[in-house]
T-cell receptor, first 116, second 113 residues
Framework: AQKVTQAQTEISVVEKEDVTLDCVYE???????LFWYKQPPSGELVFLIRRNSFDEQNEISGRYSWNFQKSTSSFNFTITASQVVDSAVYFCALSETGGSQGNLIFGKGTKLSVKP | DGGITQSPKYLFRKEGQNVTLSCEQN?????MYWYRQDPGQGLRLIYY???????QKGDIAEGYSVSREKKESFPLTVTSAQKNPTAFYLC????????????FGPGTRLTVT
């Protein structure tokens, strides 16, 4: 069965620290897609990144980087030199090509608090 | 500007009343979704629609109803049968393809007393 696990419920760091948010997924599909979303206090989910199952290259976008490892079914998200504006709930999600295509399976989210 | 609008931002109702939450998109997306978010629960899928005049139940459809008469609109009705309707409701849309992200609206916070 498909599942996304974000084991860290809450993380608190001090500004400028690096922080990694963990995401572990389960799927039987060989082709699937992984996503990260950010939910700031305003409530709207903001798309951050999409990764397909055939592309294991790590990606960096400014202070954000993502590490995708199929061998461990993980898609971890690292924020380098965290800032107060990074405070939000972060969701990892999975989309499969079988079954209900386009539907996202979300983890329960990790609440990140960055203190000045 | 293209995007998804949900109205209102905050909604208050008395127990026993049906209430309809609005969701409109101008992204020309085929698929639309409704999620419910409770503290510590993440997002749970209520209903989704891949095409006009068709919709499917998600994981927690009981006590909710939807319609999809127009591509742009996907209203959600929270009926009196929903036992615990107080929650944050998010609407989303996408192309419907698995490799495409969903775009989310700003959400409606419903409080039923």
């Amino acid at each position: 069965a498909q599942k996304v696990t974000q084991a860290q419920t809450e993380i608190s760091v001090v500004e400028k620290e690096d922080v990694t948010l963990d995401c572990v997924y389960e799927t039987r599909d060989t082709t699937y897609y992984l996503f990260w979303y950010k939910q700031p206090p305003s409530g709207e989910l903001v798309f951050l990144i999409r990764r397909n199952s055939f592309d294991e290259q790590n990606e960096i976008s400014g202070r954000y980087s993502w590490n995708f490892q199929k061998s461990t079914s993980s898609f971890n998200f690292t924020i380098t030199a965290s800032q107060v504006v990074d405070s939000a709930v972060y969701f990892c999600a999975l989309s499969e090509t079988g079954g209900s295509q386009g539907n996202l399976i979300f983890g329960k989210g990790t609440k990140l608090s960055v203190k000045p | 500007d293209g995007g998804i609008t949900q109205s209102p931002k905050y909604l208050f109702r008395k127990e026993g009343q049906n209430v309809t939450l609005s969701c409109e998109q101008n992204l020309n997306h085929d698929a639309m979704y409704w999620y419910r978010q409770d503290p510590g629960q993440g997002l749970r899928l209520i209903y989704y629609s891949q095409i006009v005049n068709d919709f499917q139940k998600g994981d927690i459809a009981e006590g909710y109803s939807v319609s999809r008469e127009k591509k742009e609109s996907f209203p959600l009705t929270v009926t009196s049968a929903q036992k615990n309707p107080t929650a944050f409701y998010l609407c989303a849309s996408s192309t419907g393809l698995p490799n495409y992200e969903q775009y989310f609206g700003p959400g409606t916070r419903l409080t039923v007393t």
